[in-house]
């Protein structure tokens, strides 16, 4: 088995699982993400992050957007907390 596919002991569902082969950004939140979350809740993450910018409307190439989602992926992964609920009132927009 290569370092790539090493399993990791996941902060977020807190069992040891593949680590993703490099990390999503190429910054030290990908390397950290790399480091601590495992491919399964990365998965997770993706189709919540999925849900959020279709519900919301969200185009990830705006920098609101963007910092939204990053906020997000903190507190979601990295962090205790459950992230941004889906508010079907807010449909096609988001509160900045």
């Known amino acids: ?10 902060q977020r569902c807190d069992d040891a699982r ?3 082969p490099r990390p999503p950004f ?6 950290r993400i790399q480091r601590e ?7 997770e993450w993706l189709e919540h992050q999925t849900l959020l910018i279709n519900h919301y409307g969200l185009d990830p190439r705006d920098p609101k957007a963007r910092a939204f989602l990053y906020e997000q992926i903190d507190q979601v992964l990295l962090g205790d907390g459950d992230g941004e609920e889906i508010d079907t009132s ?6 900045w």
Not at 37 to 43: A, F, H, L, M, N
């Open 26 to 31: 190429r910054n030290e939140r990908g390397e």
């Open 37 to 43: 979350i495992c491919q399964i809740c990365w998965g």
């Open 90 to 95: 807010k449909q096609g927009s988001i509160q």
């Open 18 to 20: 593949p680590r993703l």
């Open 1 to 10: 088995m290569t370092e790539e596919l090493d399993e990791i002991h996941c």
